[in-house]
């Protein structure tokens, strides 16, 4: 049974930083990509950045120059580094890996909060 577990939010002023992480358990094939989604109150889910299996990295326009996705394999885990945060970053974090093929398969986590403060 594939797990998700984020952990690594929490209250920060503007301008600082946080990282997040993504625990991965179990047996996941044909990975497509690893990605952060956030969603604030009110608002549809959007993704913050992505990496293919491959390594290649895109980033929400909002987010570029200040967040970070990298992984480590060794520990199966996904992460966000966060830097000069705003108040608009303030939202719920989903990890998510999907499956490349006809059938994709999204796996999320339960999210984890990040509120900035002004």
């Known amino acids: 049974q594939v797990q998700l577990v984020e952990s690594g939010g929490g209250l920060v002023q503007a301008g600082g930083s946080l990282r997040l992480s993504c625990a991965a358990s179990g047996s996941i094939f044909n990975i497509n990509a690893l990605a952060w989604y956030r969603q604030a109150p009110g608002k549809q889910r959007e993704l913050v950045a992505a990496?293919?299996?491959?390594?290649?990295?895109n980033y929400a326009d909002f987010v570029k120059g200040r967040f970070t996705i990298s992984r480590d394999n060794a520990k199966n885990t996904v992460y966000l580094q966060m830097t000069s945060l705003k108040p608009e970053d303030s939202a719920v974090y989903y990890c998510n890996i999907n499956t490349r093929g006809v059938f994709r398969i999204d796996y999320w986590g339960q999210g984890t909060q990040v509120a900035v403060s002004a």
């Open positions: 990496m293919t299996s491959g390594g290649s990295t």
